[in-house]
């Protein structure tokens, strides 16, 4: 039987020839005990064993599994599907005409167009504490939807000219498949009491139903409790506990 490996007649290290396994198997008269081709055989087929699981997923991902001689094709996990996420969404929630004769529209949008410097207006007029700009557009961009109240005020006097005021904002991040929670929603004070905070919510909440989110939460203050069990939220849910955790110092 030819030896197993093909090496070259011989080698040198350091200038020194050493012969090769070839060589030496060449020169030897005497048979190899049967015990020891045995632990040979089992060595080799552990080694080979060893072989195929290191190279086991580098294998699957080129879509290749080799089996000693023969190659099998695998084909590689299928790709998630992209879901492709909804259009945003603009709708005019009330128009009216104004005692100087110029025309009021209150938008919504769910493009997310919000400038830092208008939130931060806004939220100077409903009285909450200022933060830094860039965490404010931090949370803007990191957020799933961020839903908009616009006021558009089209003069009367002079055609094409209008003026764009933000009035509310509402925007939830999200796992994108089950969990969404609601944040930040406020309205402009002089346009509190029109039923517009109830309409921003009653969109942001159909929005995240249509992209099949279910889960929907919120973090409430106790003034404003009422409001949102009148759009269908529970407080503590089959006694669930809401739990935060915060540095202590």
């Known amino acids: 039987m030819p030896p197993a490996f093909a090496a070259a007649p011989s080698s040198s290290i350091c200038g020194v020839r050493i012969p090769t396994v070839r060589r030496f198997e060449a020169q030897s008269t005497v048979s190899t005990p049967r015990f020891l081709r045995n632990r040979v055989a089992a060595k080799t087929r552990s080694t080979s064993a060893w072989s195929l699981k290191a190279g086991l997923w580098d294998s699957l991902r080129s879509g290749l599994l080799k089996n000693n001689s023969s190659t099998e094709t695998v084909e590689p996990p299928p790709a998630p599907l992209e879901v492709e996420e909804p259009l945003p969404v603009e709708i005019v929630l009330l128009e009216r005409t104004l005692p100087d004769g110029s025309t009021e529209q209150i938008l ?112 409430a203050d106790n003034k404003v409790i009422d409001f949102y069990k009148n759009l269908g939220f529970e407080v503590d849910p089959q006694g669930i506990k809401g739990m935060f955790w915060y540095p202590r110092f």
Request: aromatic share 8%; glycine share 6%.
């Open 108 to 219: 919504f949008s769910s493009a997310g167009d919000v400038d830092v410097y208008d939130l931060q207006a806004l939220c100077d007029k409903v009285g909450w504490p200022r933060r830094p700009l860039s965490k404010i557009a931090a949370s803007l961009r990191n957020s799933y939807l961020v839903a908009t109240l616009y006021s558009i005020i089209r003069s009367s006097e002079t055609e094409g000219e209008e003026k764009k005021q933000l009035i509310g904002m509402a925007r939830a991040t999200s796992d994108h498949a089950f969990n969404a929670t609601i944040w930040d929603v406020l309205v402009d004070p002089s346009y509190q009491g029109q039923g517009l905070g109830k309409a921003l919510m009653e969109k942001v909440i159909r929005t995240l139903l249509q992209r099949d989110i279910n889960n929907i939460t919120l973090f």
